[in-house]
């Protein structure tokens, strides 16, 4: 939510961009979850995973702020109760 504020408070004014048609916003949440989601996992990998590194595994990192952001769940009109748009939220800031 921070960097979010901060990228706003910064941006100069693009309304869209016209190729995917997505705005400013979603084009932020775009940016973010692409620095965290670069692979396919298998479920072994999670398990070895899980048990070396104390770090969330990296679908994770992406998904778990982004279920919890009302600003995200706007941005991509996703509905509510749905599995980015959980009723029950974890807002840190």
Request: charged share 10%; net charge neutral; hydrophobic share 55%.
């Given at each position: 939510?921070?960097?979010y504020m901060a990228y706003q408070k910064a941006k100069q004014a693009d309304p869209t961009i016209a190729?995917?048609?997505?705005d400013d916003t979603k084009m932020f949440f775009t940016a973010f979850v692409q620095g965290w989601w670069c692979f396919k996992a298998t479920d072994n990998?999670?398990?070895?995973?899980?048990h070396m590194d104390p770090h969330?595994?990296?679908e994770w990192r992406a998904k778990g702020p982004m279920m919890n952001s009302l600003?995200?769940?706007d941005a991509f009109q996703c509905p509510k109760d749905s599995p980015m748009n959980p009723a029950k939220k974890c807002v840190v800031w």
């Open positions: 939510k921070l960097a190729d995917i048609g997505y990998f999670y398990t070895n995973f899980l969330s595994p990296a600003l995200f769940a």
